[in-house]
């Protein structure tokens, strides 16, 4: 999906400072602007909440709740994003267009029906919660599976502009109606999300529909077995069950979580350190998009041209040799700026406790999920080189590997005590980066002899 590659080297060319900072902001939000604005978001309307939703434990009910709700709708559609992803990509290189808004509506139907069966029945089954309660959190677990298979078309959309104003809409929307619906309780916050999101998905729909013009309504052609790789099915959900499966077994080890509503647990001691760690990724996302869609993707079209044209072996190579630094380079700076950004949370990480009114004895979790998320975007950039090179198995086994050693190790962790939490996270990923590494090394030694084997 090059759209963003393209309109970040036209920014960049101008070769000014704001050029750039311009860029690396762009680069920034598409990246990680949708779930950073809704962890904000929903942690704006939790603190204007409280006082006014009585009681206060309705607030972290609702909380808790949101969590549930996007750690399930982005595992149930992992798999999913990826799988059309790979199939929407085909389709704009072999530039059948039309075929991508037929389909779009195809897969968001049949993720309507399939979200919206699973979650009556874990609603019925699981919940005796309020009729009211189960109805929104149905209506916004439907939205969120539909806002992330949406969510995937914005790097290959051009109007970055109305990109950022769209957002902004939709979690303005979200914020200002909880402020007026905050006396209803958490159901009145629960409608509220629903009215955010929804704006999302809706608005970002009608851009999609006026940029991919069809005559066909609906199509399924990516349930067509020869135009889709199902192993993309479960690199996806593994790489997202990966990410949240830490948080799972923290959840629901009775000696580090209690209950709060329903079948939902939390975990007090381990959610927020690792929460707000994550909002120190942005830096390192903006630069991972910047350089790999940018120097990376432009020396890997330059090759991969040349193989389709029959340009001679040498010249191959040399472009190889230029792809390969491209990368060198964008991890080394992927590195660079998330390793400062990390230091300087090491450093006023104290005074920012104070400021949020936490207690120092989470600082030391918190520290190792720095770590462990700066080290998340750069088993991202290799997946994401993996991707361009089309080395699915290695992406896939990579992303079991880092199922099951979260899962082992954070068990592991509980089981050696509070001083050893959140290593699980951590270590599992330093191992899938240093396996995925040697892997990439391995994968550019034979990159022309693999190239021109599937060739023929």
Known sequence: MAGIGFELRRILSKDTYTSTMRAYVYAGLISSGPWVLSIISVMLIGLMSIGYVVPDELVRQF????????????????????F?????????????????????LGILLLVTVGAGIFGTVVLLWLFDQSFLYRLLVLANFVTLCNLWLVIIFLSGMKAYNRILLVMLLGYGCMIISAYFMRNLG?????????????????????????????????????????????????????????????????WFNPGTSEHVIGPLRASMLYDLP????????????AVFLVRIETDFAEWYERLFSAV???????????????????IRQGLKEICKVQGLTVLLLFLFAPYLFDLLGMSPYYLPLFYIDLIGVSVQVVFMALLNIFFYLDKRAVVLRLCVLFVVLNALLTLLSLYLGPSFFGYGFTLSLVICVVAGLLQLSSALDSLEYDTFMLEH
């Not at 629960?190 to 940029?211: C, Q, S, Y």
């Open 84 to 104: 059309f992803t790979r199939f929407v990509s085909d389709r704009l290189f072999e530039q059948r267009r039309e075929l991508i808004t037929p389909n779009l």
């Open 186 to 250: 958490m159901e009145g916050l629960l409608l509220a999300l629903l009215i955010g999101h929804a704006t999302l998905l809706f608005v970002f729909m009608f851009d999609i529909v006026r940029e991919y013009h069809s005559e066909k309504l609906v199509a399924f052609d990516f349930l067509d077995r020869r135009k889709v790789f199902l192993s993309l099915l479960v690199t996806g959900f593994c790489y997202n069950l990966g990410i949240w499966i830490d948080k799972f077994i923290f």
């Open 274 to 285: 690792i929460f707000l760690a994550y909002l120190a990724i942005i830096p390192g996302m």
């Open 63 to 82: 909380l808790v709740t949101v969590t549930y709700l996007m750690a399930t709708s982005l595992i149930c559609t992992g798999g999913l994003q990826l």
């Open 308 to 326: 389709r044209d029959g340009e001679t072996l040498q010249h191959i190579r040399q472009l190889k040799n230029e792809m390969t630094l491209a």
